[in-house]
């Protein structure tokens, strides 16, 4: 358990599932209030109502992230709930993997515009809840879930890697922004984890060789992902793990 995260107030973007959802679960078990967004609002109220029952603080907001007005209203709503938010976990992605050949503008466009674009809207939304929490000296945190596809390359998933590629160094970048004004910036590069984010591949024989991926090795959890980021957010103010690599220990 994590006590210092009692108090913060915190965003987690694809909360509806995967990653976002076992962040957010773990961020109210240990006391945050978590403001939980993505675009399925049936998911977001169900977590909400299990995260409240469980003696949680969670409000669903539905968004979707390629949209700015969208993204902007569920700014406002959060804060009209919360106040200031201190902690920005942009976790929403889509992987939609084809040969380059195939010409698939469609989930190019899908895969920046959330994955990197999506994350920037956020970020835009955001810091300047963070730089002033942080300024009122509250601890504070811009956590960017990119992927180890961002240094480890396959065929057909090479936009997936340039969004995720662009992320990290999105991350190092900000750090020289924000780490000044006492916000940390955390990166965090999963390897394969049991998610829902498989689901939506349109080519059966990239869906089948996923399959066999998941089949080969002992994947990681997203209780797993979440149970680091709630490490890193709970250090001291002082401490900023910048970059949190995590692999399943079969994966090479
Ligand atoms: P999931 O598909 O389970 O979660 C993705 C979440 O993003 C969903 O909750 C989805 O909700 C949300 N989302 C997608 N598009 C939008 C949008 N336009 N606006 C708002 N929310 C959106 O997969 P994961 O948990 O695996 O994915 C979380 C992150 O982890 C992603 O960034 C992914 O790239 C990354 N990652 C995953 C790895 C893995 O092996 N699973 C490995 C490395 C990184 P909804 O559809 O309701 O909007």
């Known amino acids: 358990s994590y006590p210092t995260l009692a108090g913060r107030t915190a965003v987690v973007t694809g909360a509806a599932s995967g990653m976002g959802e076992a962040t957010a679960r773990l961020l109210a078990a240990n006391g945050a209030r978590v403001a939980l967004l993505a675009r399925r609002a049936g998911r977001l109220d169900e977590l909400a109502a299990k995260i409240g029952a469980d003696g949680g603080q969670a409000l669903a907001v539905a968004v979707d992230i390629t949209d700015q007005a969208s993204v902007d209203a569920a700014a406002d709503r959060v804060r009209a709930a919360y106040g200031q938010v201190d902690l920005v976990v942009n976790n929403a992605g889509v992987m939609l993997p084809n040969p380059i050949a195939a010409g698939r503008l469609d989930e190019w466009s899908r895969m920046i515009d959330t994955n990197l674009t999506g994350a920037l809207r956020v970020i835009r939304a955001f810091t300047a809840d963070l730089t002033g929490a942080a300024a009122a000296g509250r ?102 793990l910048r970059q949190l690599l995590v692999l399943p220990t079969r994966q090479a």
């Not at 601890?139 to 065929?155: C, K, Q, R």
């Not at 002992?218 to 002082?238: F, H």
């Open 139 to 240: 601890t504070a945190d811009l956590v960017n879930v990119s992927s180890i596809a961002s240094h480890v390359v396959f065929p057909d998933y090479a936009v997936y890697a340039a969004t995720k590629a662009g992320l990290t160094q999105l991350s190092a970048a900000l750090r020289t922004e924000l780490g000044p004004r006492d916000v940390r910036v955390t990166n965090v590069e999963p390897g394969l984890t049991e998610t829902e984010l498989g689901g939506h591949i349109d080519n059966p024989e990239l869906a089948e060789q996923l399959g066999g991926m998941f089949a080969a090795i002992p994947a990681l959890t997203a209780e797993d992902v979440a149970d680091l980021i709630g490490y890193t957010v709970s250090r001291r103010r002082e401490v900023n």
